[in-house]
């Protein structure tokens, strides 16, 4: 079973290494892979410094410029897929997402064809989040699942594992949105094409260093994307 985690990075030269240091030095052997859109704080050059110490367990995808979360994840995956990755797993690089919940997310993909590290199965599990914040994100899984039905109660986290058999059943080439809205349409097309959903709590607490990649575009596109999911016409690949 080999594993692999994607982090897609822009600007996070305050995290990149403790992150990478942390991952790699969890017992369950899991391999990374950074994307990098081209980060001008310097994240790529200290991914290539780690890289001297882990060797072949740390890969990179370096890209020409901010081309946007979406794109980053769908080229982590078709590495994933070209290397024989049984398991794909997503998180962020600014510790919102607690590493030690990797291996419950991997748990739940013995039983789940999808794994979501969810901030609402169990009440509101967010820490050092402004109101406005919570309640924007909160709210906007509440729309997703009245606008799609989907069964999921956080639809918008980033923190996801995939069996690799879901991921090659997607058509890349079809996923609309590139924000915060492709977490949406990647978790409603795999449900759609018949796979299976399994949510594990985790608590979410607001990055320490660098800053946030938010912004209203991000918001609308998912806003305005969500009501045309339901109309699309979605088969697998």
């Known amino acids: 079973m080999r594993r692999l985690i994607i982090i897609p990075t822009y600007n996070e030269k305050e995290n990149i290494r403790k992150m990478i240091d942390r991952l790699m030095a969890m017992p369950e052997g ?53 290397k024989g990755y049984d398991r794909i797993f997503e998180m962020d690089c600014d510790f919102s997402h607690n590493p030690d919940d990797l291996p419950r997310l991997d748990a739940m993909l013995d039983e789940k064809d999808v794994a979501i590290g969810s901030r609402y199965s169990r009440g509101v599990n967010v820490v050092n989040w402004p109101m406005g914040r919570l309640l924007m994100s909160y709210f906007a899984s509440k729309y997703v699942r009245i606008v799609t039905r989907m069964p999921v109660a956080d639809a918008t986290a980033g923190f996801v594992g995939y069996r690799r058999e879901v991921l090659e059943a997607i058509n890349f080439d079809r996923v609309a949105m590139n924000g915060y809205g492709f977490q949406i349409e990647m978790k409603y097309t795999a449900w759609r094409i018949g796979f299976s959903i399994g949510e594990v709590s985790i608590i979410f607490i607001d990055r320490e260093e660098g800053t946030s990649k938010m912004s209203s575009g991000i918001f609308g596109e998912a806003f305005f994307g969500v009501l045309k999911l339901p109309f699309r016409s979605i088969k697998r690949k």
């Open 30 to 82: 899991f391999d990374l892979l950074i994307v990098d859109d081209g980060s001008p704080d310097g994240t790529a050059n200290l991914v290539r410094e780690a890289q001297e110490c882990y060797g072949e367990r740390l890969a990179m995808i370096e890209r020409s410029g901010k081309l946007g979360l979406g794109t980053a994840y769908i080229a982590g995956f078709k590495y994933a897929l070209e």
